[in-house]
C-alpha cells in the first residue's frame, strides 16, 4: 500500500489532520479494508506523501495505539492489532459514521433545506456522483 493511498487529508477541513487520520484509519480498519498484521506506512514516508509535519502523523499513530487500533514493532513498522481479524459488524461500522451525519443533519436543518434534496444529495454522494 502506498502512503498516499492509505489517507486522504483534507487541508481545508476545520478538523486538524491528525483528527482526519485517526478517524481514516479506525474506519478503515472497521470495514476490514485493515487487517490484523497489515504493516502501515511509516511516519516519515506518510509526512512525505502528504506534506505535513512528520510529529502530526506521529501523534495520530500513538493515539491509534493508545486505543488498540495499532500495534507498534520495535525496530519495525506499525501494524494494525492483531484484535482486528476482520470487519466488524454494521451497526458499530454505522455507530462510527452517526457523528458525521448528525453534523450534516444538524446543519441541513439551519439551512433550512428539504429532506428529500438532503437524501438525494447524500446518494448522489455515496453513487460517487459528485454533483
Excluded: W
Excluded at 504493516?39 to 501523534?59: D, G, N, Y
Excluded at 451497526?91 to 452517526?98: F, H, N, Q, T, V
Aim: charged content about 25%; hydrophobic content about 40%; aromatic content about 2%.
Amino acid at each position: 500500500m502506498t502512503p498516499t493511498d492509505f489517507v486522504h487529508i483534507n487541508t481545508g477541513s476545520p478538523e486538524p489532520i491528525y483528527r482526519q487520520l485517526i478517524e481514516q484509519v479506525k474506519r478503515r480498519v472497521a470495514a476490514g479494508q485493515l487487517k490484523a498484521g497489515d504493516e502501515i506506512p511509516s511516519v516519515r514516508e506518510l509526512a512525505q506523501a502528504l506534506a505535513v509535519h512528520p510529529m502530526t502523523i506521529s501523534k495520530a499513530y500513538s493515539m491509534l495505539e493508545m486505543a488498540g487500533v495499532l500495534e507498534r514493532r520495535r525496530g519495525l513498522s506499525m501494524v494494525v492489532a492483531a484484535q482486528h481479524h476482520r470487519a466488524q459488524p454494521a451497526a458499530s461500522r454505522i455507530e462510527l459514521l452517526r457523528p458525521s451525519l448528525q453534523k450534516a443533519a444538524d446543519e441541513a436543518r439551519q439551512l433550512e433545506l428539504p429532506k428529500a434534496e438532503v437524501l438525494g444529495l447524500l446518494e448522489q454522494l455515496l453513487d460517487g456522483n459528485n454533483p
